[in-house]
C-alpha cells in the first residue's frame, strides 16, 4: 500500500511568537460600547480584564445573543458582566501550539487566553494565528474534500433574519451558507447581527414573549409563522456577505487557508461545479494540528 505523504513538515513554531495582545474591556462595560469596538476593529472577540488579570471572554455571539436573553431589559442597561463566559480555557506561554490546537478542538472555542502562572493576561492565541501556523508547516498535499464537512446546513435569501438566528443559536454554528438552488449566494455570521439596526429591530418588531419563542424554536411552522407574520420584514438577503468566497472540492487546503488569512474569513462554501457540496471552515485546519502525531499529519 502507497504511503500517504505528511501533510505537515517539522518546522518548530513556539506559542510565544504568535500570542497577541487583545483588547479588553472591564467587567462594566456595557454591550452598546462592546458592540462598538466590535465594530470598530472588526474583530470576534474582546478579553474582559480586571486588574491586569482575565476575568472573562465575549464573542459576537454572546453579543447577538445578549437581545433575545435578557429580553426584559433595555439594551443600554445590559453589561458584559451579565454576558460574559466566565470558565476560562487558559495556558501558559511556554506550552506548545499544539496543546493549544487540541484544547481548541476538545473545547469547540475559537480562542485561548494565555496567562502567566500567577495568572495576569499574557495575551490570546486565536484559530487564524494557528491557520497562520498551518500555512508555515503545510505541504500543500491536502485535498479540501478529505476534511471539509459534508452536511451543510443553509437558508435561502428569503428566510427571515429571526429564523436565520435561529438555525445559528439551535444549531451551535458560527455562520449558515445562503443557497439558491444548491448555489451559494452569501453567508452569514453573528457579526452581521451585531450592527445598530438589527438590535433596533428586536425590540421595535417583537414583543418579550414572542421574541423568546422564535428565538428558542428550532423548527418553525407554519402556525408560529403566520402569527408572528410582523416580524418577518427583513430578510437574509438584508444582512449577508454577497458573493462569498469559495473553494473547490479538489483544491488543497493550504489554498483554503490563504484565502482565509488574506481576506479575514472563517469559512468558506466548497463546490463542485457550481454547486455546493460542503463546507471547510478554520477549525477543520485547527483539528489537522490538534492530530499532529498521527502517521498521515
Sequence with gaps: MKRQPKVLVNIPVHLASIIKQPISISPNTSILDARDIFLRYKIGRLVVELNQKPVGIITEKDLSRSVSVFNQKPVSKILIRDIMTKDLI????????YDCAKLMQKHGISSIIIKTSKGKLVGVVTKTDLVSTFLIQSTASL???????????????????????????????????VTNNKIPVGIITYRDFIPAKTFDLHNEFT?????????????????????????????AKDIMTKNPFFVSADDVVYTAAIIMIRHGISGLPVIRGKKMVGIITKTDIVNILASKGNPNF
Excluded: G
Aim: hydrophobic content about 40%.
Design 207 to 235: 414583543d418579550p414573549e414572542e421574541r423568546s419563542e422564535i428565538f428558542w424554536n428550532a423548527h418553525l411552522n407554519e402556525l408560529n409563522v403566520n402569527k408572528l407574520s410582523y416580524l418577518l420584514t427583513f430578510s
Design 90 to 97: 487558559t495556558l501558559q506561554p511556554e506550552a506548545s501550539i
Design 143 to 177: 485535498p479540501i474534500s478529505k476534511i471539509m464537512t459534508k452536511k451543510v446546513i443553509t437558508v435561502s435569501p428569503n428566510d427571515s433574519i429571526f429564523e436565520v438566528e435561529s438555525v445559528l443559536l439551535n444549531n451551535q454554528i458560527h455562520r449558515v451558507i
